[in-house]
Nanobody
Framework: QVQLVESGGGLVQAGGSLRLSCAASTRTFSKDVMGWFRQAPGKEREFVAAINRDGENTYYADSVEGRFTISRDNAKNTVYLQMNSLKPEDTAVYYC?????????????????WGQGTQVTVSS
C-alpha cells in the first residue's frame, strides 16, 4: 500500500512562495494519479491541483491557476506543489493523495490514499 508523506509547509508572508513535497513509499507511484487538496478551518476539503501518471496532464482549481504548479519526479517517487504569489486565503492544511484512475481528479472520493497533511499559513 502506498504511504504518502508531505513536507515543506510553513509560515510565509503574502506574496511569498513555498514548495510542498509529497514522498511516496512504493514503486507503484508511477502508476498513480497524484493530487493536492487543502482544508481550511471550518471548511470542506477542496481540490487544488492534480497530475497524471507521466506528468503530461495537469489540472488546477481556478483559485490557484497561474500561481501554483504541480509536478512529479517518478524516479524519486515524489510530487511537488510550487506555490507562488501566496495569499492569506491560501492558508490551510495541504494534503497529497493518490488515485489509480484518471477520472474526476477534482473529487476527493477519487483518491484512496492520503497523506497526513502539512500546514501552510500565509500572513497578510
Amino acid at each position: 500500500q502506498v504511504q504518502l508523506v508531505e513536507s515543506g509547509g510553513g509560515l510565509v508572508q503574502a506574496g511569498g512562495s513555498l514548495r510542498l513535497s509529497c514522498a511516496a513509499s512504493t514503486r507503484t507511484f508511477s502508476k498513480d494519479v497524484m493530487g493536492w487538496f487543502r482544508q481550511a478551518p471550518g471548511k470542506e476539503r477542496e481540490f487544488v491541483a492534480a497530475i497524471n501518471r507521466d506528468g503530461e496532464n495537469t489540472y488546477y482549481a481556478d483559485s490557484v491557476e497561474g500561481r501554483f504548479t504541480i509536478s512529479r519526479d517518478n524516479a524519486k517517487n515524489t510530487v511537488y506543489l510550487q506555490m507562488n504569489s501566496l495569499k492569506p486565503e491560501d492558508t490551510a492544511v495541504y494534503y497529497c493523495a493518490a488515485a489509480r484512475l484518471e477520472w474526476y481528479v477534482r473529487g476527493p472520493s477519487t483518491y484512496d490514499i492520503w497523506g497526513q497533511g502539512t500546514q501552510v499559513t500565509v500572513s497578510s
